[in-house]
T-cell receptor, first 112, second 114 residues
């Protein structure tokens, strides 16, 4: 079963450091989403790709955040100069023609 | 903007009890509605969906009906099991410019005791 995978599953970093997360979507899915989930809250949308094009970004995605999806396959989310407020679970989801989103297990980021 | 409000938790029930988790939404246009479930230590899984008004989504004994007149999508199950213990999220998707991003409620934690 090749579902959505994310790497790493956990990341602990010090404030001010840069971090990068990777998402591998289901292979035939052309749509890819990033969400952020903080404790006790539902996931919040960050950004959306259709193939390699980044078509929508949330206001939550500050200048310190950047996402890419080269060649329309895997995606990376980078956070520069991390802050304690960036501590959260970062979720990736992909969807295909049926428009159902399938979620990965998430990357839990802790900024000390 | 679009938003989802769901019943505050936590909810604690005994096995075989009836479950209702309330969900209401605000949206422009005609959203699709979803219930996702997050079991302990696992990722979000789609539980059921409804794409238009009066549609009923069902899966694993859970049901929810898309009610446009009350802007609601309440989740129900007639007899819960211990294995249903999880966090349940109501969500909507309103395609805007191609993105079908999901807007989630805050989640409702359900604990079922034997």
């Amino acid at each position: 079963d090749t579902g959505v995978s994310q790497d790493p599953r956990h990341k602990i970093t010090k404030r001010g450091q840069n971090v990068t997360f990777r998402c591998d979507p289901i292979s035939e899915h052309n749509r890819l989403y990033w969400y952020r989930q903080t404790l006790g809250q539902g996931p919040e949308f960050l950004t959306y790709f259709q193939n390699e094009a980044q078509l929508e970004k949330s206001r939550l995605l500050s200048d310190r955040f950047s996402a890419e999806r080269p060649k329309g396959s895997f995606s990376t989310l980078e956070i520069q100069r991390t802050e304690q407020g960036d501590s959260a679970m970062y979720l990736c989801a992909s969807s295909g023609t049926r428009h159902e989103q399938f979620f990965g297990p998430g990357t839990r980021l802790t900024v000390l | 903007g679009n938003s989802v409000t769901q019943m505050e938790g936590p909810v604690t029930l005994s096995e075989e009890a009836f479950l209702t988790i309330n969900c209401t939404y605000t949206a422009t246009g005609y959203p699709s509605l979803f219930w996702y479930v997050q079991y302990p230590g696992e990722g979000l899984q789609l539980l059921l969906k409804a794409m238009k008004a009066d549609d009923k989504g069902s899966n694993k004994g859970f049901e929810a009906t898309y009610r446009k007149e009350t802007t609601s999508f309440h989740l129900e199950k007639g007899s819960v099991q211990v294995s249903d213990s999880a966090v349940y999220f109501c969500a909507l998707s309103a395609a805007q410019g191609g993105s079908e991003k999901l807007v989630f409620g805050k989640g409702t934690k359900l604990t079922v005791n034997p």
